[in-house]
């Protein structure tokens, strides 16, 4: 059974970093493309940054651009967002997802993941 665990979460003023993992159950973890998403309240979840199996490509919202680096550790299965410069804006539960291989016909964004965890709260105090 794969399993995505989020942890780094919690409660930052403005101004202030996070840095959130994502641990894979995923048995062929260097082959999945994963990525971060966020949900506001009352909002849709969005894509926040993906990166490839190999970690060579990476793809970040523009809302998010500057501040925040995604990057992986395949030998332990993990995937993580550093970020930075926090704004209340960016208060959201954080998802990690894993796609299935990778569609190059498709941008990081528009990947097919069908694997997700149970979401980390990130929430930044003005």
């Known amino acids: 059974q794969v399993q995505l665990v989020e942890s780094g979460g919690g409660l930052v003023q403005a101004g202030g970093s996070l840095r959130l993992s994502c641990a894979a159950s995923?048995?062929?973890?260097?082959?999945?493309?994963m990525a971060w998403f966020r949900q506001a309240p009352g909002k849709e979840r969005t894509f926040v940054a993906g990166?490839?199996?190999?970690?060579?490509?990476?793809n970040y919202a523009d809302s998010v651009k500057g501040r925040v680096t995604i990057s992986r550790d395949n030998a332990k299965k993990t995937v993580d967002l550093q970020m930075i410069s926090l704004k209340p804006e960016d208060t959201a539960v954080y998802y990690c997802?894993?796609?299935?291989?990778?569609?190059?016909?498709?941008?990081?964004?528009?990947?097919?993941?069908?694997?997700w965890g149970q979401g980390t709260q990130v929430t930044v105090s003005s």
């Open positions: 997802a894993a796609a299935t291989g990778y569609r190059s016909t498709e941008s990081l964004r528009g990947q097919r993941y069908n694997y």
């Open positions: 995923l048995r062929t973890f260097s082959a999945n493309t």
């Open positions: 990166i490839t199996g190999n970690g060579l490509t990476t």
